[in-house]
Structures are given as structure tokens and as C-alpha cells.
């Protein structure tokens, strides 16, 4: 344990010219960009070569922070999330080297394919993995959060902040909208058309995965968001599944309530995407979606072994 913990001292020290355990005034002001961190993976795998290492690609609002935070609270294997705060990132990955599970490590962000990969190689994990949710129900849970997150927010509630960086970003999307916030599907409709919303998140999984090649996708394991927790019971060994995580409690939307041109511009690119999808997973289980027509897609868990 202490040489992984000197090994991993060494190589920050290396790359970010002081010590992790000494300079904590450094430690507090240090950035490292996406890119950097998916390398500094990269790096943490070649001092733990034994270490089984799954990654799950993760589009908001599929389950990914019931899956972490649940994977870590029952010690089931090492959780890096590798888009969190810097100095928590580091933590954990520092961890892997620290505590190291021997059921290995289970690494998570909101990062598209190309930015994990473009430091990194697909063959450093034995399972890499995606939960494919209907895009529109995505934008529903997504706006039904941030009105969530905003009424708490505006009421003076403390929600943490992560969650506060999070509110005062939405909050000048309202006020330079001149939009008039209340908790309702007018509101929501009004934030799922704004040109922030429409930015960052139409054509999520475009974004994700729209600049793959078909060989690329072959990599990931999708599976069905409404199998999750069949998912989390059969391949992380829960006896049974884990609670929801950040899930939104009051939907103020159905799918009917979004007016077309709204869905259109959410959608447009991640039709393609999906079709993409669909055509490279030909011969799995596949089923039609019920409430938007997009294909939901499951394919069986696969463990890759390393060359």
C-alpha cells in the first residue's frame, strides 16, 4: 500500500511540480482539463496492471450517479468520477493506489467518447459501457431537475455547492432570458427552448457519440435505461438494486407537452445517432421505444480481455 501511495506521489509530482501530500495551497488552485485527467488515467493504469478498470460513458440522466455513488457506498469496487471538482478527482484516483478494491475500478463522467479516448486506449478497460435512455425523456428529467434544483435555490435551501455553482449558472440563464421561473411545464418548456439548454444539451447523445467511427461504438456496451436495475444487480452483485440517486421527483412534463419545434431542435442530431446504433448492434436485442419512436438498445455484457 505505501509504494502505490509513493507511486502515485511520484508521478503527480512529475506532471504537476509539487507534492500532493505537502502544497495544499497548490493542491486547491490546481486545474486539470478533461483531457489531462482521461492521460492521468491512462498513467494510474500502468502503475495498478492487475487492476480490472470498467468505464461507464455517462449522458446525463441515466443513472450514472446512482451507479457511483452506490458502487462506492458498498465498497464494491474503487469509484473515480472523473469529471467531479479537481482536488475530489484527484482523491479518488489517489485512492485506487491508496486502498485499491480487488474488484477493481469503476471510472464515470460526463465526457464524450472522443475526449476520454484522445489520451487514452480503448484496450486500458475490460468493459466500457453506456445506459441509452429515450432522448426526450432525458430533457424531461433533466428540466424537471433544474426546476427543481432552482425553487430550493431561490428558497434560500442549502443543497451543496456543487449544486450551487449549478443554480447560479441557470439563474442568469432566467434573469438574460427574462424569463419568469415557477415550478411548471410553462417554465420548463421555456428553459428546454433556451439557447443555453439548446447549446448544451440538444443532440445529447450526438454529443456523445456522434463522432465515433462504427468500430469505435463496437466498444460500448449499451444497455436499456429501463433495465438498470436488472443491470446493477447481475454485473456489480447488489442483492438488490440500489436506491435512485438525483432522480427528479415531479415531472412537469410529458413528451406530448413539448411543442414540436422544441422537439425538433432537441432531437434532430440524435435521430442519427441512434439509427447509428441500431444498425451496429443488428442481431442483439433490440425493442421499440414506446413513447418517441427512437430504438432502445440492449446489448449483452461483454468482458474484453486484455491483449
Avoid at 465498497?75 to 471538482?85: G, M, T, Y
Avoid at 476520454?116 to 431537475?145: A, C, G, Q, Y
Avoid at 434560500?156 to 411545464?185: A, M, P
Amino acid at each position: 500500500m505505501a509504494e502505490s501511495s509513493n507511486d502515485f506521489d511520484a508521478l503527480f509530482k512529475s506532471k504537476f511540480g509539487f507534492s500532493y501530500t505537502e502544497d495544499s495551497d497548490a493542491l486547491q488552485e490546481l486545474r486539470v482539463s478533461p483531457y489531462d485527467r482521461w492521460k492521468l488515467v491512462s498513467e494510474i493504469l500502468d502503475l495498478l496492471p492487475d487492476a480490472p478498470a470498467s468505464l461507464f460513458i455517462h449522458v446525463p440522466k441515466t443513472g450514472g450517479t446512482t451507479l457511483g455513488e452506490s458502487v462506492a457506498r458498498n465498497n464494491l469496487r474503487n469509484v473515480v468520477s472523473c469529471d467531479a471538482e479537481d482536488k475530489e478527482f484527484l482523491s479518488m484516483l489517489r485512492a485506487c493506489c491508496v486502498a485499491p478494491n480487488e474488484m477493481g475500478i469503476l471510472f464515470r463522467a460526463h465526457h464524450p467518447y472522443g475526449t476520454i479516448f484522445k489520451n487514452n486506449d480503448e484496450s486500458r478497460f475490460d468493459f466500457i459501457f453506456s445506459s441509452f435512455r429515450d432522448p426526450l425523456s432525458v430533457h424531461i428529467s433533466n428540466v424537471t431537475m433544474i426546476l427543481e434544483r432552482l425553487d430550493k435555490y431561490y428558497r434560500g435551501l442549502d443543497q451543496g455547492q456543487g449544486v450551487q455553482k449549478f443554480c447560479e449558472i441557470w439563474d442568469r440563464v432566467i434573469v438574460e432570458g427574462e424569463l419568469k421561473f415557477n415550478n411548471s411545464s410553462e417554465c420548463a418548456v421555456a428553459i428546454l427552448a433556451s439557447p443555453h439548454y439548446v447549446k448544451t444539451m440538444a443532440g445529447v447523445y450526438d454529443k456523445f457519440f456522434g463522432r465515433c467511427s462504427d468500430e469505435q461504438l463496437r466498444n460500448v456496451t449499451f444497455f436499456d435505461y429501463r433495465q438498470f436495475d436488472t443491470f446493477m444487480v447481475q454485473r456489480f452483485g447488489f442483492e438488490t438494486p440500489p436506491e435512485r440517486r438525483n432522480v427528479a421527483q415531479n415531472r412537469k412534463l410529458e413528451i406530448q407537452d413539448i411543442p414540436s419545434m422544441v422537439s425538433q431542435t432537441l432531437l434532430e442530431k440524435d435521430e442519427q445517432i441512434v439509427d447509428r446504433i441500431q444498425a451496429l448492434i443488428s442481431g442483439e436485442m433490440q425493442q421499440p421505444d414506446q413513447t418517441s419512436g427512437f430504438i432502445q438498445l440492449v446489448k449483452s455484457a461483454f468482458r474484453r480481455k486484455r491483449n
